[in-house]
Every structure is written in C-alpha cells, then in structure tokens.
C-alpha cells in the first residue's frame, strides 16, 4: 500500500522539543520534494517547510524560520521535522506531503497527520 506515514507528536511544555518522522511505505521519496504543513484549529492549513535535499535546498516558513529544521534519509526511505523552541501557537496537526517541487500544488500523497500540543 502507497502512503506516507507520521509519527512523533505529541504533547510538550513551551521551550521544549520534538521530532516528527514522515515514512514512505510502498514507494521512493527519492523523486519527490516533502513538504511539511499544519493546521490549527479554526485555522487555514500552513505549509511551514519544504526539503529537496539536505545540501541547502530547504524551504522554511518565517513562523518557524531557527527553530524548526527539516531533514531527509534517503536510505531510510524517510523525512524528519526536529522542533526546537515550540510555542504554544506552534500547536496543531502536523502532515507530510509529497510533490514534484515546493511550488506545486500539493495533491499528492499526505500523511495523515499528528497532533502537537503545545502547552504547560
């Protein structure tokens, strides 16, 4: 079965850390870009990151620019988002989607989706 795979949220105080993992399962990231969004509630999804490769070629939105860092494995078939510094509005569902560049449409495959809290 072809799908993306998250794993990793969860609940954290401010100030503290996560890592979000994004697997392929039945087919290669390789010739994809992954991009990294969330959705608070009541509010308009957010695309927050997107990776070509670990050589520069990384996207990140002004919201989570020095605090959030996206990687990608390619040998593990997978895709990581290590949060750093989190923010009680940093809280939401997190997915993983594929596309051909950062520009696209994004109607590929997407996760589906973690929950990150954020609070005290």
């Known amino acids: 079965q072809v799908q993306l795979v998250e794993s990793g949220g969860g609940l954290v105080q401010p100030g503290g850390s996560l890592r979000l993992s994004c697997a392929g399962s039945?087919?290669?990231?390789?010739?994809?870009?992954i991009g990294w969004f969330r959705q608070a509630p009541g509010k308009d999804r957010e695309g927050i990151s997107c990776?070509?490769?670990?050589?520069?070629?990384?996207l990140y939105a002004d919201s989570v620019k020095g605090r959030f860092t996206t990687s990608r494995d390619n040998a593990k078939n997978s895709v990581y988002l290590q949060m750093n510094d989190l923010k009680p509005e940093d809280t939401g569902v997190y997915y993983c989607?594929?596309?051909?560049?950062?520009?696209?449409?994004?109607?590929?495959?997407w996760g589906q989706g973690v929950q990150v809290t954020v609070s005290s």
């Open positions: 989607a594929t596309e051909r560049t950062c520009g696209g449409r994004w109607d590929g495959y």
């Open positions: 039945g087919f290669s990231l390789d010739y994809y870009v």
């Open positions: 990776i070509v490769t670990n050589d520069g070629d990384i």
